[in-house]
């Protein structure tokens, strides 16, 4: 007969509990209920191994950013002996040769995202630039030069150019050009959506030499018919069928007439390396980076949508209305992500520092960037959000390149501190304290961040 009696769940994380309820998680973490104090506050700082200065300030609900994501590799132990399990595992260290230490999210494609720290350079150089992958890599070639492009369908006169005749036929551009990965932020959703669980280090600002694509669609003479691009490269799919795209975007023909949108051969001065898309990329900034198509060998032009590989459905696609977190959705209503939302990150000092005894102030400082658009400010703040002090935001180099920002902001005394900071685009758009717009495959997250700092 059989038993009635019901199996006891599995334990569940610290983070876990703070996705589904938060406000239980912390009467069962620190027996806080409302305002942080008394032996809740004792339990929470022995967990963090500081004092939280700013205490009365935490929003009820919020688990500190140093157990939510621990900055060791090793995970750190629930407090207070309680049942739920070990905090999240810090990241798993990715480590080729030509890069810095990346945070390794998946192997089967590559994908690997940069620590925000390591992005502390106004030009991002390539030891620090994020990979994604979406099929195979292709095997390296050994004349660049030769390699062809294939520009057909809704034009005059369709072209195969090589490299070198892009290079010597058409003028050549050097810009510094945002990438950001679509996912970018994924991590922060919540219930948690499909796809690499992306922090906040899915960018770059690498500076880009090759030409312009309008130049060579000129060349090629669009139709009247040319609404739309398919772009296709020569990275195998992950399956190895020969009759399948690894990823196969298009884009409106607007964006691909605007003067950033460029075919690249170059990235910071040198060739571009093999794993970011040699020897040609097709670069289209201030869009998801799957528009920048890796190994570029055909651009297709069309007369109505692209309906290749990653296209249509809920792919690359976000709600026109709210909708239910966690729901089903087959993306009907939904509409192409295009221009990226705003965004800041911290380059200035990594998660889970760890700064003198006495340290009164920080100099914070990092880059921000809006798409499309331009950011118009940034604010940061260690007191939970009570109080923000806003930055000073450069311009960008040329448009569509990221913009670095700096300031200072005071400390009341050692212990445990978290800077959150937020950028606000030209357009007054806010990033939001929680990953707004909650969609299948969890695109266009752009939360306000946070770094935990320990003084002392």
Same mark, same amino acid.
């Given at each position: 007969?059989?038993?009635?009696?019901?199996?006891?769940?599995?334990?569940?994380?610290?983070?876990?509990?703070?996705?589904?309820?938060?406000?239980?998680?912390?009467?069962?973490?620190?027996?806080?209920?409302?305002?942080?104090?008394?032996? %809740?506050?004792?339990?929470?700082? =022995?967990?963090? /191994?500081? &004092?939280?200065?700013? $205490? +009365?300030?935490? @929003?009820?609900?919020?688990?500190?950013?140093?157990?939510?994501?621990?900055? %060791?590799?090793?995970?750190?132990? =629930?407090?207070? /002996?309680? &049942?739920?399990?070990? $905090? +999240?595992?810090? @990241?798993?260290?990715?480590?080729?040769?030509?890069?810095?230490?990346?945070?390794?999210?998946?192997?089967?494609?590559?994908?690997?995202?940069?620590?925000?720290?390591?992005?502390?350079?106004?030009?991002?150089?390539?030891?620090?630039?994020?990979?994604?992958?979406?099929?195979?890599?292709?095997?390296?070639?050994?004349?660049?030069?030769?390699?062809?492009?294939?520009?057909?369908?809704?034009?005059?006169?369709?072209?195969?150019?090589?490299?070198?005749?892009?290079?010597?036929?058409?003028?050549?551009?050097?810009?510094?050009?945002?990438?950001?990965?679509?996912?970018?932020?994924?991590?922060?959703?919540?219930?948690?959506?499909?796809?690499?669980?992306?922090?906040?280090?899915?960018?770059?600002?690498?500076?880009?030499?090759?030409?312009?694509?309008?130049?060579?669609?000129?060349?090629?003479?669009?139709?009247?018919?040319?609404?739309?691009?398919?772009?296709?490269?020569?990275?195998?799919?992950?399956?190895?069928?020969?009759?399948?795209?690894?990823?196969?975007?298009?884009?409106?023909?607007?964006?691909?007439?605007?003067?950033?949108?460029?075919?690249?051969?170059?990235?910071?001065?040198?060739?571009?390396?093999?794993?970011?898309?040699?020897?040609?990329?097709?670069?289209?900034?201030?869009?998801?980076?799957?528009?920048?198509?890796?190994?570029?060998?055909?651009?297709?032009?069309?007369?109505?949508?692209?309906?290749?590989?990653?296209?249509?459905?809920?792919?690359?696609?976000?709600?026109?209305?709210?909708?239910?977190?966690?729901?089903?959705?087959?993306?009907?209503?939904?509409?192409?992500?295009?221009?990226?939302?705003?965004?800041?990150?911290?380059?200035?000092?990594?998660?889970?520092?760890?700064?003198?005894?006495?340290?009164?102030?920080?100099?914070?400082?990092?880059?921000?960037?809006?798409?499309?658009?331009?950011?118009?400010?940034?604010?940061?703040?260690?007191?939970?959000?009570?109080?923000?002090?806003?930055?000073?935001?450069?311009?960008?180099?040329?448009?569509?390149?990221?913009?670095?920002?700096?300031?200072?902001?005071?400390?009341?005394?050692?212990?445990?501190?978290?800077?959150?900071?937020?950028?606000?685009?030209?357009?007054?758009?806010?990033?939001?304290?929680?990953?707004?717009?909650?969609?299948?495959?969890?695109?266009?997250?752009?939360?306000?961040?946070?770094?935990?700092?320990?003084?002392?």
């Amino acid at each position: 007969m059989a038993s009635n009696k019901r199996a006891n769940p599995p334990d569940r994380s610290l983070q876990e509990l703070y996705r589904d309820d938060p406000e239980r998680a912390d009467a069962l973490a620190w027996g806080r209920r409302g305002a942080l104090k008394g032996s %809740a506050l004792a339990t929470m700082g =022995a967990a963090l /191994g500081a &004092s939280i200065p700013f $205490a +009365a300030r935490m @929003p009820a609900g919020t688990l500190p950013e140093l157990l939510a994501r621990p900055a %060791a590799a090793q995970g750190t132990a =629930a407090p207070g /002996g309680t &049942s739920q399990g070990a $905090a +999240a595992p810090g @990241p798993q260290v990715f480590r080729m040769p030509g890069k810095n230490d990346l945070i390794l999210l998946g192997d089967r494609p590559l994908v690997a995202e940069t620590p925000e720290h390591q992005l502390d350079e106004p030009v991002t150089s390539a030891k620090n630039f994020f990979i994604r992958n979406n099929g195979q890599m292709p095997e390296p070639v050994t004349d660049p030069d030769s390699w062809t492009l294939t520009i057909d369908g809704e034009v005059n006169t369709p072209l195969s150019l090589k490299v070198g005749e892009l290079r010597s036929r058409f003028p050549n551009v050097t810009l510094q050009l945002q990438m950001e990965c679509g996912g970018n932020g994924r991590g922060a959703y919540a219930p948690q959506t499909r796809g690499n669980q992306w922090g906040n280090g899915a960018i770059s600002n690498a500076e880009w030499t090759g030409v312009r694509l309008r130049d060579v669609l000129n060349a090629a003479g669009l139709k009247p018919s040319a609404i739309y691009t398919g772009h296709f490269g020569a990275d195998p799919h992950l399956s190895g069928a020969t009759d399948r795209q690894a990823i196969n975007r298009g884009m409106r023909i607007a964006k691909a007439m605007d003067e950033d949108t460029i075919l690249a051969f170059r990235m910071n001065g040198e060739a571009i390396p093999h794993i970011h898309g040699a020897p040609l990329r097709l670069i289209t900034p201030g869009w998801p980076g799957s528009f920048s198509q890796k190994w570029l060998t055909r651009i297709w032009i069309r007369n109505q949508v692209h309906d290749g590989a990653g296209m249509g459905g809920t792919s690359y696609r976000v709600p026109v209305k709210p909708i239910v977190p966690g729901s089903n959705n087959n993306g009907a209503d939904f509409a192409e992500l295009e221009s990226m939302p705003v965004r800041a990150i911290l380059s200035s000092h990594a998660h889970g520092s760890r700064l003198p005894a006495g340290t009164r102030s920080l100099d914070l400082r990092g880059a921000a960037w809006a798409g499309d658009l331009t950011a118009r400010a940034v604010h940061a703040s260690v007191d939970f959000g009570a109080t923000w002090t806003e930055m000073q935001v450069a311009a960008p180099a040329n448009r569509h390149a990221w913009q670095r920002w700096q300031g200072r902001i005071a400390l009341p005394s050692d212990g445990y501190f978290e800077v959150w900071y937020r950028a606000t685009d030209s357009e007054g758009r806010m990033q939001p304290h929680a990953a707004a717009n909650w969609n299948p495959q969890g695109y266009s997250a752009n939360a306000i961040n946070r770094a935990a700092i320990l003084v002392g």
